[in-house]
């Protein structure tokens, strides 16, 4: 049978991107919305947020702006009862994610662990806890979590960027992406987790290095192309299409998957 182009359009569907207001979330939004969703753009940055539905928009596409702490509970559940005016929720994209200064394990303050596993695990937890009573609803739907290379091989310290805190959150996605893939591929909901590698056009990779010297950055990206069969570093548009398949009917009888997008680096 020849494949359709029309198994990857998400008409009448509705989707939340958490951490849309910049960055992978804004990239998410806005690929969601070219194919026909109606896109709930959340962030705690409400204006980047607001910014994001705004470019949907004006592209012709269909998005609200939503503001939401992922790490705190009752907004978490506060933002639960605003989707319920739309009766529905077929995918959910767990991008909001931060990253803190990196320092060896000896070395790491416990508040920069607290504060990362609050957003990055803790965050896709409450999320998705509040999100499953809508996509039972449906009794069809996709869960996209975002985990990172940094959760399947370690990184050397040589590269300064990713920190134990950091993998660890990632690590503890890519578990809960497969229990829950387990535990809810009965009622229809698929689970899968894209692994971004090196897409430094982001925001959360922004953070990571952009109080850098000049110098001492051009050295960490020489020494990211250099351990990259690709040679060369990603963009934040290079993952729109796997967000897409995951989120459409085109990977229908996927679950429970850890999809890395890394220029071959966890190939080596």
Same mark, same amino acid.
């Given at each position: 049978m020849t494949a359709k182009v029309d198994m990857f359009r998400l008409d009448g569907r509705v989707a939340l991107v958490t951490g849309a207001g910049g960055g992978l979330g804004r990239v998410f939004a806005q690929v969601l919305a070219s194919a026909g969703a109606h896109v709930l753009c959340a962030d705690l940055d409400l204006a980047g947020a607001q910014e994001t539905a705004g470019l949907i928009d004006a592209d012709g596409g269909s998005a609200q702006a939503l503001a939401v702490d992922v790490a705190d509970e009752q907004s978490v559940a506060a933002m639960a009862r605003g989707l319920e005016a739309h009766g529905r929720l077929d995918v959910l994209v767990n991008n909001a994610g931060i990253a803190t200064r990196t320092a060896r394990i000896h070395e790491m303050p416990v508040a920069d662990w607290d504060r990362l596993h609050a957003v990055n695990t803790r965050g896709v937890f409450l999320v998705t806890r509040a999100c499953l009573p809508l996509l039972l609803r449906t /009794? +069809?739907? %996709? @869960?996209?979590?975002?985990?990172?290379? =940094?959760?399947?091989?370690?990184?050397?310290?040589?590269?300064?960027?990713?920190a134990a805190n950091y993998s660890a959150s990632k690590g503890a996605v890519v578990g809960f992406t497969r229990q829950a893939a387990v535990e809810y591929a009965a009622d229809g909901i698929r689970f899968n987790a894209i692994a971004p590698?090196?897409?430094?056009?982001?925001?959360? /990779? +922004?953070? %990571? @290095?952009?109080?850098?010297?000049?110098? =001492?950055?051009?050295?960490?990206?020489a020494g990211i192309v250099a351990r990259t069969p690709m040679q060369r570093t990603g963009e934040p548009r290079e993952l729109a299409g796997l967000c897409l398949f995951l989120a459409s009917d085109a990977s229908a009888?996927?679950?429970?998957?850890?999809?890395?997008?890394?220029?071959?680096?966890?190939?080596?």
């Open positions: /009794g +069809r739907g %996709s @869960v996209i979590n975002l985990a990172s290379v =940094a959760a399947l091989v370690g990184v050397t310290p040589e590269l300064p960027a990713v590698g090196w897409h430094l056009g982001t925001d959360l /990779g +922004r953070e %990571s @290095v952009g109080a850098w010297q000049p110098e =001492a950055l051009q050295a960490f990206l009888f996927m679950t429970g998957q850890i999809i890395a997008s890394d220029g071959g680096w966890t190939a080596w």
